[in-house]
């Protein structure tokens, strides 16, 4: 029994006793000679108010306070009071209208209640449907930024890159972690490099950190598959029969290399579930390809450049790097050739230029063959106008773009 029906139960019962005290003080027989009868009026309200069966319940109580009365105060005459149509008719009339009264009340409530239960399920399914509605929304919005990707977003990308002019290999790392969060809507990215004992350190991240700032490559699962097969995401841990810890275990990575020499990892530490599918790893692909010719001149991933002079030797391989990189995402570079006198006059040239380009000597012909990378017209410009006031003789100058 809920507390309804027990508060139901104990209303009945302390009223009808209360009628029953006043009708035995002032010998009310029952209340027969009053019109209405207060147990009829009661009985009534109780159907109005519980249904059908607190009305039975009321009315068999009424009908035992009205004969007890009626015995209390007719004793001998109790069966000549009672066998008559003015007693009768009391009880009579309390179950009748209690019972009609309470069975349409009950059909009311249940229509309510019905109606209330119909109402919750469309609730539910409405629910149900702004669920699918921001599932397919989310879906819808994935494809779409898929189709952005697949058709317009490498030139996208290009169109941005060809507008960015680096000062040092900082702004290059700083410049990626911006594209690959802005173009794969990636919670946490971040770059790492590796070293020659396979030890990764993190050199940039955008978000919140997940992982440690440096580890070994064998602690994660996801990196290690990564540096195998170039690229690897959270997937491969449901395949994996290898123990793995998960605090290690980013959503993706996809490895940076140089030839066949792997530089670094681009990582996707956060990312929504639903963007972990092939073509978001392609782009970073894309994007990990783009870095490691960016970062060809960088001495922080690449161990066995030469940070202040390469020789002319290496000139050829290293244009055909760059101009390889300018064809596939149209990033200009500009190529200077100076005459020197001296040694001395060589540490010059460090002045004019970034950490990101490079310098080769010739020594047989006392030529510096300057590269720099990521440099329109106009920065050549800058550069030659820096060399004039050096008084550095230009041999030849000019710009690809």
């Not at 035992?64 to 066998?83: C, E, G, P, Q, T």
């Not at 290496?314 to 990033?331: A, C, H, V």
């Not at 310098?359 to 004039?388: A, Q, W």
Request: proline content about 2%; some cysteine.
């Amino acid at each position: 029994m809920n507390k309804k029906n027990i508060f139901a139960f104990l209303e009945i019962t302390l009223i009808l006793t209360i009628l029953f005290i006043l009708d035995i003080t002032n010998k009310f027989f029952g209340y027969i000679f009053v019109d209405p009868n207060p147990y009829f009026i009661f009985s009534i309200l109780i159907a109005i108010r519980y249904g059908i069966n607190f009305s039975l319940l009321s009315g068999s109580i009424s009908t035992f306070y009205i004969f007890l009365s009626i015995f209390f105060n007719a004793r001998n005459d109790f069966f000549k009071f009672v066998i008559s149509w003015t007693v009768l008719k009391n009880p009579l009339y309390i179950f009748l209208f209690g019972f009609i009264i309470g069975f349409f009340r009950d059909i009311y409530i249940q229509k309510i209640n019905y109606q209330n239960e119909q109402i919750n399920l469309l609730k539910e399914k409405v629910k149900s449907l702004e669920e699918d509605i921001r599932k397919y929304k989310n879906i819808t919005d994935d494809l779409e930024h898929k189709l952005v990707l697949e058709k317009q977003g490498v030139s996208l990308l290009v169109e941005k890159l060809k507008d960015i002019e680096y000062n040092n290999s900082e702004d290059i790392f700083n410049e990626a972690i911006d594209l690959i969060s802005e173009f794969i809507y990636a919670k946490t990215v971040s770059i790492y490099t590796l070293s020659k004992n396979n030890f990764l350190r993190m050199k940039v991240r955008k978000g919140p950190q997940f992982l440690p700032n440096s580890l070994p490559v064998d602690k994660s699962v996801v990196i290690s598959m990564a540096m195998e097969f170039g690229s690897a995401n959270a997937n491969v841990l449901y395949l994996t029969e290898v123990e793995y810890n998960f605090e290690y275990e980013p959503a993706m990575a996809v490895s940076v290399k140089y030839g066949k020499e792997i530089l670094g990892f681009i990582i996707i530490e956060i990312i929504d579930p639903e963007k972990i599918n092939k073509n978001t790893e392609i782009y970073l692909k894309i994007l990990a390809d783009w870095l490691s010719t960016l970062l060809l001149a960088s001495s922080e991933l690449s161990e066995n450049q030469n940070p202040d002079f390469l020789t002319s030797k290496k000139f050829n391989n290293i244009l055909e790097k760059i101009e390889e990189r300018r064809k596939r995402f149209g990033i200009p570079y500009s190529i200077i050739i100076v005459k020197y006198n001296n040694i001395n006059s060589i540490n010059l040239f460090k002045k004019f230029i970034r950490d990101t380009d490079f310098l080769f000597i010739d020594k047989n012909k006392k030529e510096i063959k300057i590269i720099l990378t990521s440099c329109s017209k106009g920065g050549l410009t800058r550069v030659l106008n820096n060399f004039s006031h050096e008084n550095i003789k230009v041999v030849e100058a000019y710009t690809k773009q």
